[in-house]
Antibody, heavy 116, light 113 residues
Framework: DVQLVESGGGLVQPGGSLRLSCAASGFTFSIYSMNWVRQTPGKGLEWLSYITGNSNSIQYADSVRGRFTISRDNAKNSLYLQLSSLRAEDTAVYYC?????????WGQGTLVTVSS | DIVMTQSPDSLAVSLGERATINCKSSQSVLYSSNNKNYLAWYQQKPGQPLKLLIYGASIRESGVPDRFSGSGSGTDFTLTISSLQVEDVALYYCQQYYSFPRTFGQGTRVEIK
């Protein structure tokens, strides 16, 4: 079975940094594009970033471009999101999801809280 | 950016009755070269990962009950639950994957009347 497990969330001060991880299993990770999506009560679901299987193509939402960096390590079946210059409005549950155009499988999410 | 607008925000339907959710995109998500609509529907239940229900506007994901169906093309789409079951109480989202940034509707909450 496909499994995606996010980790790395927590409480961080404004301006701080955090690295989220997504451990993948149950499928051939290296051939799948992946995404990060976040969810807040106020803004709903917000797509953040996309990366192809070979990392040759990367996309970002305007709201995070220049602050967040997506990457992957296919040898470790892992996806990452480096969050920096964090703001209160980045407080959300962060999900990783596989991509075949549509978002086929999602993880349970990891909560990031930005607060002093 | 393509704006996705769902209606209604919430609806209450009796068990066994039909539930209909609409999704409108601010521009067409129909790719003319292959005649495919790049529109998906997801279900979210508390404590569970989001689940893909429909992609290509009308293609049911493997394992999804056939009471769920998707229709529409271009800019107007519909998710229909033909006979609402208790386990269908959830939030439902549409999403376009025609272009970046990917965008979602605001969600529709389905409850039992």
């Amino acid at each position: 079975d496909v499994q995606l497990v996010e980790s790395g969330g927590g409480l961080v001060q404004p301006g701080g940094s955090l690295r989220l991880s997504c451990a993948a299993s149950g499928f051939t990770f290296s051939i799948y594009s992946m995404n990060w999506v976040r969810q807040t009560p106020g803004k709903g679901l917000e797509w953040l970033s996309y990366i192809t299987g070979n990392s040759n193509s990367i996309q970002y939402a305007d709201s995070v471009r220049g602050r967040f960096t997506i990457s992957r390590d296919n040898a470790k079946n892992s996806l990452y999101l480096q969050l920096s210059s964090l703001r209160a409005e980045d407080t959300a549950v962060y999900y990783c999801a596989t991509s075949n155009g549509q978002l086929d499988y999602w993880g349970q999410g990891t909560l990031v809280t930005v607060s002093s | 950016d393509i704006v996705m607008t769902q209606s209604p925000d919430s609806l209450a339907v009796s068990l066994g009755e039909r539930a209909t959710i609409n999704c409108k995109s601010s521009q067409s998500v129909l790719y003319s070269s292959n005649n495919k609509n790049y529109l998906a529907w997801y279900q979210q239940k508390p404590g569970q990962p989001l689940k893909l229900l429909i992609y290509g506007a009308s293609i049911r994901e493997s394992g999804v009950p056939d009471r769920f169906s998707g229709s529409g093309s271009g800019t107007d789409f519909t998710l229909t639950i033909s006979s609402l079951q208790v386990e269908d109480v959830a939030l439902y989202y549409c999403q376009q994957y025609y272009s970046f940034p990917r965008t979602f509707g605001q969600g529709t909450r389905v409850e039992i009347k």
